[in-house]
């Protein structure tokens, strides 16, 4: 073991020290297998016993902290009680150093023990009792905040029922823990308050960490002093940021133990009413951080009034003129909105977005929104004022990536989910007050457009004369404007689109305007998104302007403007072209596509172009939006008014695909191209189908791009049900599944090879939204093929896929495929392909429910519970007896216990789930019961 452990301090010391990138994966390796070994255990212990350096020991407790987590079982039972003393002489040991990194680790390392170890029945007593002196009172409380936390450890798959042990036991150990703490501080209290703040900092932080994890009852914190000395430190000017921020942290985990909206026990409401009157009181000490500019501590006690004001929701709503229900308690969100930093004021968002759905959803939504009517006039006040840009600004308006943009955009959303409270007309009108003020500055103009901006949609179209000026003094803007204020009236002038619809005799008027915006580089993005707003929302009315469109988006493949902003003309363009008649669409589409396909064919002959159209990815996303909008209810006769635009480009496209066959960006963009001209046309491209189904099978050959199995999908959607081309898509099927096991699995017997499915869930979900849409399009031809038999095989196995696209995909296609069993007529199903579908029902049920149910328990990826729950649903509807049982048997045969022998679950506990499941009126139900599983194994 010696030579070990000297091997294991050179391997470290060399990974954490040399320049040598070899050297270090070399070492790496070696201590990546290492513990992985049952020897790590004594020999990490080992090495945290020795005086090395910190990099070293660092490993040596991280290497134990990782074989608890993920490898205790390779302990026996005996061999706990001398790891549990180990890692207390090793946490003794560095109470009396500075290796804060090592000592973090070990923390871990005992708080996982902890978890993990069902005979030590009162570790916090112990470890308080253990290490209850001054010397270690940093150790001590570092290792007491860790332990809270490690109950929700995933790592450990405890399960619910250990879980809950640990809650308990915690919840019951609490008052040993208060005492100890308020013992702790009693005696730094003694002290000058400036030279121990770290020491209070770390005490609230352990008491801040228990609380968050809800295992302090409520009048244990009121009757602590703890909390009374919280509110001390809150006041006090002279606490350090640090300490504030914790202790505004340890009030707010407080506050959360009140649910929003909810009404709260009697033996509750002297806490929050407590907690009320106490923050109340810190008004004085947020006025005097405001007054020196203390933005970090207004910040805090903004976050502090926010979930004061969640905490009080349900009493605001319904109890408003009681003690806890007293509205003027907003009155401290509002005076956050009064201060100079608008990071401040966007930390109470949170109150508001929650409060508005809450009054647009109840019951009583009048008689709240005159309730709230005043104070969200004065939050709009707000909003407007900080909305404002700094006089000096010169350009456009910022965008989200800039922080003040952010907020600008966070605060929109603000006013647009609030403003129903007080009538989006009323505010309209106030706002329209600010602009005629006789001497408003640019900047008070833009917030005052800008804040319009949030709500224009929702505005009533009729009788408002406020809406009329404003249009009207927007499409007379001076040309000298300053550049801010004309991007917002542009903006603004989009969102009122609904409004133009309805007053027409202004269109002309605002796509002039909007065209003035196509002269500035700056400004041309917002000038285009404009123009597809109001082309999307008054189509018929600009017929007539058709012409004057297509010119503008000529006009900007010559000129060097952004390419989202030239696709957004591009797709206004194609809006007003979907209100022609059929007959006149063809030869202005074929015009806009031949553009791109000229632009195209330059970059596959290799010859140069400016920029981003050099790349083929440039035209093919403009091909792809024009497909993608393009939309025709009811073509005339036999050929498609899209038809010719696609016979034109297939060519294209297909030297595209060969040219850049190993290119999976390039591919998947060609494919998205192919997939919306499809859906553009529908039944209507039979000219081109041969040999585009002769291209995507020879190129999935080549490259095994799953975007192909995708195109593959879209052609059954549109083609499966005509009985002339069943036949083909099933052999192109044939294809693509003998490539596609070829490419996971190597060959086509062995379909149950997980650890090769888990390499490739993009061609998973990509195949089986194919099966799905043969499944949908023609079952009976898919059922009775050779390759059912393995297609099926492999979706059962894949159910165990810990990923929720690929997951997804199969879930729903084995829900299409058992529902044929009982909704026969849906398909058209003769009694001779239904014993067919039975039969393979009967052969795989048990393993669909077998892998459903292991999956539920094994899997990482969280939201996959909805698919398992469907196919359960629809084997349920197809042989509930059968289901029953299969499922009982596949319960019962669970582990109940862990490695260490504890019972994770109880018989009684799996029999629950069993008849929660059984007496499911459908999947939402069997959703539930499958969480509730899962969480008793995680």
């Not at 923390?107 to 270690?136: C, G, R, T, V, Y």
């Not at 006090?236 to 133990?257: A, Y």
């Not at 009181?281 to 501590?297: F, M």
């Amino acid at each position: 073991m010696d030579s070990i452990k000297q091997t294991v301090i050179n391997a470290s010391t060399t990974f954490y020290s040399t320049q040598d990138q070899e050297q270090r994966r070399s070492a790496e390796q070696w201590l990546n297998d290492f513990k992985k070994s049952v020897n790590a255990w004594y020999v990490s212990d080992q090495i945290l016993h020795s005086d090395e350096n910190e990099q070293v020991l660092f490993f040596a407790a991280q290497t134990i902290r990782n074989k608890i987590q993920n490898s205790f079982h390779e302990l026996s039972a005996d061999s706990h009680e001398s790891l549990k003393n180990s890692l207390i002489q090793h946490l003794e040991k560095l109470s009396t150093s500075k290796n804060t990194t090592v000592q973090t680790q070990i923390n871990i390392a005992l708080s996982d023990l902890i978890m993990l170890m069902n005979s030590w029945h009162n570790p916090l007593p112990d470890i308080i009792q253990k290490f209850n002196k001054p010397e270690h009172m940093n150790t001590l409380t570092d290792f007491l905040t860790i332990l809270p936390e490690e109950i929700s450890n995933k790592r450990l798959k405890l399960g619910q029922n250990r879980r809950d042990q640990l809650r308990s036991l915690f919840s019951s150990s609490s008052p040993f823990l208060i005492e100890y703490l308020e013992q702790a501080l009693t005696q730094i209290s003694l002290l000058p308050f400036e030279e121990n703040q770290s020491k209070i900092k770390s005490i609230y932080k352990c008491y801040s960490s228990w609380i968050d994890c809800k295992l302090i009852k409520t009048n244990l914190i009121i009757n602590s002093q703890l909390y009374v000395y919280l509110f001390r430190i809150l006041s006090e000017p002279k606490s350090d940021l640090d300490l504030h921020d914790v202790v505004t942290t340890c009030l707010i985990n407080i506050l959360l133990l009140f649910p929003f909206n909810a009404r709260i026990d009697d033996s509750e409401k002297a806490l929050l009413a407590s907690l009320k009157e106490n923050i109340c009181n810190l008004t004085i000490s947020y006025k005097q951080a405001e007054s020196e500019s203390d933005g970090e501590k207004c910040s805090d006690f903004c976050m502090i009034y926010t979930e004061l004001c969640n905490a009080l929701s349900f009493y605001l709503l319904n109890e408003p003129n009681t003690q806890l229900g007293d509205l003027n308690t907003l009155n401290l969100l509002l005076m956050c909105g009064t201060n100079e930093d608008y990071e401040v004021f966007q930390k109470s968002f949170v109150f508001w977005f929650n409060i508005s759905e809450e009054i647009y959803t109840n019951s009583k939504c009048d008689s709240l929104c005159e309730n709230f009517k005043s104070y969200v006039y004065s939050l709009i006040d707000c909003v407007y004022k900080h909305c404002q840009l700094n006089s000096e600004h010169q350009s456009v308006p910022p965008s989200r990536s800039d922080d003040f943009g952010d907020f600008r955009i966070k605060a929109a959303d603000l006013v647009a989910d609030i403003v129903f409270i007080i009538e989006s007309n009323k505010c309209f009108e106030k706002l329209c007050l600010l602009l005629q003020a006789p001497n408003a500055t640019w900047f008070e103009i833009e917030a005052a457009l800008f804040v319009m901006c949030s709500f224009a949609k929702s505005l009533s179209q009729e009788g408002d004369h406020s809406v009329t000026q404003v249009v009207q003094a927007i499409l007379n803007l001076p040309s000298q404007a300053h550049i801010s204020v004309k991007c917002t009236a542009f903006r603004l002038i989009g969102e009122l689109c609904d409004w133009l619809n309805k007053h027409p005799q202004y269109l002309e008027s605002a796509l002039n305007f909007v065209c003035t915006g196509f002269t500035d580089q700056n400004v041309v993005p917002i000038a285009a998104n404009t123009m597809l707003n109001i082309c999307s929302h008054c189509q018929s009315h600009l017929v007539n302007h058709l012409q004057t469109l297509l010119n503008i988006v000529v006009s900007t493949d010559t000129l060097d403007i952004p390419s989202d902003a030239s696709m957004e003309l591009l797709k206004a363009a194609i809006v007003i072209l979907n209100n022609l008649p059929p007959v006149e669409i063809t030869e202005p589409l074929v015009k806009l596509c031949s553009i791109q396909l000229e632009g195209l064919q330059k970059v596959l002959n290799g010859q140069a172009q400016q920029g981003s159209k050099g790349l083929p990815l440039y035209w093919m996303d403009r091909l792809t939006a024009i497909f993608r909008t393009i939309k025709i209810s009811s073509p005339i006769g036999n050929v498609h008014p899209c038809q010719p635009a696609i016979e034109q480009i297939w060519p294209v496209l297909s030297d595209c695909l060969k040219k850049y066959q190993i290119d999976s960006k390039v591919t998947e963009s060609c494919c998205r191209t192919l997939r919306f001209m499809l859906r553009s046309t529908e039944k209507y491209s039979q000219n081109i189908l041969g040999n585009f189904v002769t291209e995507i099978v020879n190129l999935y050959r080549l490259n095994h791009f799953s975007c192909f199995l995708y195109l593959g999908s879209i052609l059954v959607d549109i083609y499966g049900t005509e009985n002339n081309f069943k036949s083909g898509l099933v052999e192109m099927m044939q294809v693509f599944t003998k490539e596609a096991f070829d490419y996971i699995i190597e060959n086509c017997i062995n379909v149950e090879n997980l650890d090769e499915l888990r390499k490739h869930p993009d061609t998973i979900d990509d195949f089986f939204r194919l099966c799905l849409r043969f499944m949908q399009r023609c079952p009976l031809e898919f059922i009775q093929s050779s390759i059912f038999t393995p297609v099926i095989t492999l979706a059962v196995t894949s159910l165990n896929l810990d990923h929720r696209d690929a997951n997804l995909s199969v879930t729903k296609f084995l829900s299409e495929f058992i529902s044929l069993s009982h909704k026969p007529q849906i398909k058209g199903l003769n009694e001779a392909n239904l014993n067919l579908v039975n039969r393979f029902i009967g052969e795989i049920g048990f393993k669909m429910i077998e892998n459903s149910i292991h999956s539920t328990i094994n899997m990482t990826t969280r939201d996959t519970k909805d698919g398992i729950a469907d196919v359960l649903s629809e084997l349920i509807s197809a042989n509930r007896r059968h289901v029953e049982n299969d499922l009982l048997m596949v319960l019962k045969n669970l582990r109940k216990t862990n490695h260490q022998g504890s019972e994770i679950v109880t018989e009684q506990q799996l029999m629950d789930i069993h008849r929660k499941i059984m007496m499911s009126d459908g999947s939402t139900e069997i959703e539930n019961a499958l969480v509730q599983l899962e969480q008793l194994y995680l």
